[in-house]
């Protein structure tokens, strides 16, 4: 079973913490994601990496960086945590070839006060 | 405009009835496709791709329609157990996102 973990189901931070976000997967998949999911607003894509040290902007890139040392791991950095960052935060990951589906983390639900 | 949108429901209908959801793609570079389910606080997990020539699992069927980029889902004889929020997503090309639509809650009535 392809298995990916995020560290934590439940964080709460304060505004202008530093936050890291971890998430590994075990199938060395190439492909690693980073959602927040809203209500209302779906899914949006934070960041992407496609292999070691690359990353390419999703669609909210803004207060986010991310890691990608390891194929294994992916992590998210909110580099100064504020309210609105308060939201679920999902990892996926998946093979490169065409039509595979994208596995996921359990969440992580992120609380900034 | 968003790049994949879906109705976001909620669609209300009775144990046993046939419901059907679209979802609309803009980029016609898109290449893969799939529908996803996410229960109440859980993360989505793959329902089924879609492929070309439309493709069934069980009650479950899904089109593709090119010419007019959208893709569908078709629910039979709906159950209880089938109500959670149903998601597209699109694929562009091996190494690229993933973009999903918003999703479209479902829920089945006894």
């Known amino acids: 079973d392809v298995k990916v973990t995020q560290s934590s189901r439940y964080l709460v931070k304060r505004t202008g913490e530093k936050v890291f976000l971890e998430c590994v997967q075990d199938m060395d998949h190439e492909n690693m994601f980073w959602y927040r999911q809203d209500p209302g607003l779906g899914l949006r894509l934070i960041y992407f990496?496609?292999?070691?040290?690359?990353?390419e902007k999703g669609d909210i890139p803004e207060g986010y960086s991310v890691s990608r040392e390891k194929k294994e791991r992916f992590s998210l950095i909110l580099e100064s945590a504020s309210t609105n960052q308060t939201s679920m935060y999902l990892c996926?990951?998946?093979?490169?070839?065409?039509?595979?589906?994208?596995?996921f983390g359990q969440g992580t639900r992120l609380t900034v006060v | 405009r968003k790049e994949v949108e879906q109705d976001p429901g909620p669609f209300n209908v009775p144990e046993g009835a046939t419901v059907a959801f679209n979802c609309t793609y803009s980029?016609?570079?898109?290449?893969?496709f799939f529908w996803y389910r996410q229960d109440c606080r859980k993360e989505p997990k793959l329902l089924m791709s879609v492929y070309s020539s439309g493709n069934e699992d069980g009650r479950f069927t899904a089109q593709l329609n090119r010419a007019s980029q959208y893709i569908s889902l078709l629910i039979r004889d709906s159950k209880l157990s089938d109500s959670a929020t149903y998601l597209c997503?699109?694929?562009?090309?091996?190494?690229?996102?993933?973009?999903f639509g918003s999703g479209t809650r479902l829920s089945i009535r006894p």
């Open positions: 990496s496609y292999d070691v040290k690359m990353k």
């Open positions: 980029n016609s570079a898109s290449q893969s």
């Open positions: 997503a699109v694929k562009h090309s091996s190494a690229s996102k993933i973009i």
């Open positions: 996926a990951s998946n093979w490169i070839r065409m039509n595979t589906e994208a596995f």
